[in-house]
């Protein structure tokens, strides 16, 4: 062929309105300050993602301390009129005002925080708080059966006015143990696991209900956690023995509870560990070929690993390892935060905002082009949740793009096609949108 080919690649562009809220995405890496080093764990946020509940390590007293950080005030040990050993906040309610967790001298016991004051709830050693509800009155968590320091505890409520503690009791047959994990941002309902006569599996207590099983996946041995509820209580999420592995899981009343799968690649093994309000928005931890990566999961795009969404819009983290992160997520849907090993290898707290902008985002990859005699070779990476079809045409002005071979679905990695070059001018494009 005389005349040299000629390539047209054309990207998805954005509605103006969205690439206006691409704009104010910002990921952030949660600085050290005061006796905080910067390590740690995050335990939750706030509705709307201005505050964060986390065990910060202290570099006085070499150990985890309960951290509460915001924009304004940066990070800052919750107790600063006494120093216990250790301590760590995982649950903060919708205003930052009132956060949970525990506090440790000689022994552990759950704890609150209100207006900045320590205050103690009622519990045995060992017992921990893990949530609090919306408007902070009451906190769940784990007491102690007794004090002997025995691991085992149940499931359990706190009045943060009062510290006095109600037992939700456990599911009948087995050990009595059993822990409650979150609570509904109204208040109304309560998750966690308990120990039946069969194993370890997801309960769900309304407002002034006993604890019900969840149930697990079929196909695997009995196993089921429930880790986060939406603000109704409506959507419990968690994870779950299925016969491919451990599975992130999504439980409503219509459907029951249902696998999410897992990242392309690795070990199947996923967990989600926060839900949105609404119940719309899932996020968690799966595996796929490169490591633990954070997930994202919608209804209609499925999973897809964070530093996907966030490459495919100019906002790379694939130098930050998510191997051990547990990812918690705003109220709103639209903020989420974790902990990472950062590229100078050293851990790191993070919180990242315009999450649901994010979301919306149609990625645009790199199209790789190499022509040998009459052939053209084009390679794309691709991202779960997207489906990528290549196009050509020999006249940009009269003749219809059609379709080169068939869709492909995004699973996190590279394509190849090929195809004869076959006029003296042929354009190609790659077409991507958002799965089903």
Request: with cysteine; aromatic share 8%; charged share 15%.
């Amino acid at each position: 062929m005389n005349s040299p080919l000629r390539l047209a690649l054309f990207r998805v562009l954005l509605p103006a309105a969205l690439a206006t809220g691409l704009s104010a995405a910002t990921f952030e890496v949660l600085p050290a300050s005061g006796d905080f080093v910067g390590m740690g764990q995050i335990g939750a946020i706030s509705a709307d993602g201005a505050t964060v509940a986390a065990a910060g390590w202290s570099l006085a007293s070499w150990g985890p301390q309960a951290v509460k950080w915001t924009p304004l005030d940066g990070a800052r040990r919750l107790d600063t009129a006494t120093t216990p050993a250790a301590g760590a906040a995982w649950g903060v309610s919708a205003n930052g005002t009132v956060l949970a967790g525990w506090r440790f001298n000689s022994t552990g016991r759950a704890a609150c925080w209100v207006n900045g004051a320590p205050r103690a709830l009622t519990s045995l050693n060992n017992a921990v708080a893990l949530d609090v509800s919306r408007d902070g009155t009451i906190a769940v968590g784990r007491n102690a059966t007794s004090n002997s320091n025995t691991a085992y505890g149940t499931a359990a409520r706190w009045s943060t006015a009062t510290g006095v503690a109600t037992s939700l009791g456990d599911l009948p047959g087995g050990l009595t143990h059993s822990e409650a994990t979150r609570i509904s941002a109204d208040g109304t309902t309560i998750v966690g696991w308990a120990t039946s006569a069969a194993g370890v599996v997801a309960f769900r207590a309304p407002s002034g209900s006993t604890m019900v099983s969840l149930g697990d996946l079929s196909g695997g041995r009995v196993f089921s956690e429930a880790l986060a509820v939406s603000a109704d209580g409506a959507v419990v999420v968690g994870r779950s023995h299925s016969g491919l592995g451990i599975e992130a899981f999504r439980w409503t009343t219509g459907t029951g509870m249902v696998g999410l799968g897992d990242l392309p690649g690795g070990a199947y093994q996923s967990s989600a560990t926060a839900v949105s309000g609404d119940g719309t928005i899932v996020v968690g931890l799966g595996t796929s070929a490169a490591d633990g990566e954070v997930f994202v999961w919608e209804p209609s795009r499925g999973m897809r690993s964070l530093s996907a969404i966030t490459r495919a819009a100019g906002l790379p983290l694939d130098n930050y390892r998510f191997t051990y992160c547990r990812p918690v997520l705003s109220e709103d849907g639209d903020t989420i935060a974790g902990d990472a090993i950062a590229p100078d290898q050293t851990q790191v707290l993070w919180r990242l905002t315009g999450l649901r902008a994010l979301l919306a985002n149609i990625p645009t990859p790199a199209v790789q082009i190499q022509i040998e005699a009459n052939t053209v070779y084009l390679r794309f990476p691709t991202d779960a949740g997207f489906i990528y079809q290549v196009q050509k045409t020999t006249d940009l002005a009269r003749v219809p793009w059609t379709d080169l071979g068939a869709s492909v679905t995004g699973d996190g990695l590279e394509q190849f096609i090929d195809t004869t070059i076959d006029a003296p001018a042929c354009f190609y494009r790659l077409v991507v949108r958002a799965g089903p």
